[in-house]
């Protein structure tokens, strides 16, 4: 099957994500630099010692200089949460539109996920953790529609996987979206509750080869 029809239809979406991606990028040096401040203390001390204070001496500025970037550590996550899973979403659209096929797209996202996730030691996951810790309303609604819009579009690549003959055809998509994009959060949330005790890319590259398995035509199990 051509996926030129495929990938065309695909742009449209790839290209609101990336730009909403770049608008988030585009809000601030500043900011960014304090969300990646914020990450790095959370990276060695937890979601509990991320303060405003701590977040301010890990990057050398008053606490009043990050109050006029953020209201509260609320918003600080929320932009770490949102500016991680757009990354997210982003590598896998900028996947689809270079040549690759569906399958291949996906493979390559995944592969993408853990290199940046292993650099970053695991601070987009460890945002989600804290948030769901928290209980805070808003923020798990917001952090929550931005893992759905992730989990829609492995869905979308599934689908894509279909029609080119690559995916089997009566999978649930809607569960192997689910299923693929959980893999990568327990992988993660592991790997960091290990001290990083083991080879993350490693480890992904078992779990994938399970889950592909499950999914593909037979004329892709060997490729």
């Known amino acids: 099957m051509k996926l030129e029809p495929l990938k065309t239809a695909w742009s449209g979406r790839v290209s609101l994500t990336v730009n909403r991606l770049q608008r988030r990028q585009g809000t601030g040096t500043r900011r960014a630099e304090i969300a990646d401040a914020a990450g790095a203390v959370m990276v060695r001390g937890g979601g509990e010692h991320m303060t405003i204070k701590e977040i301010a001496k890990e990057i050398r500025l008053s606490e009043g200089a990050i109050y006029r970037h953020f209201r509260n550590k609320r918003d600080i996550m929320s932009l770490m949460a949102e ?68 989990t829609s579009l492995i869905k979308d690549l599934l689908a894509a996987g279909v029609k080119a003959g690559e995916v089997r055809e009566g999978v649930d998509l809607d569960a192997a979206g689910l299923l693929v994009a959980s893999m990568i959060h327990g992988l993660v949330n592991t790997w960091s509750l290990s001290n990083h005790g083991f080879d993350l890319e490693e480890r992904y590259e078992v779990l994938w080869a399970i889950i592909r398995a499950g999914l593909v035509t037979g004329r892709c199990q060997s490729t």
């Open 83 to 150: 500016n991680a899973a757009e990354a997210m979403c982003a590598d896998i659209g900028r996947s689809f539109t270079a040549g690759r096929t569906p399958l291949q797209a996906l493979e390559h996202a995944l592969q993408k996920h853990m290199s940046h996730i292993e650099q970053r030691q695991g601070v987009s996951f460890l945002v989600v953790a804290e948030v769901v810790s928290l209980g805070e309303g808003k923020l798990k609604g917001e952090v929550s529609a931005a893992l759905d819009r992730y």
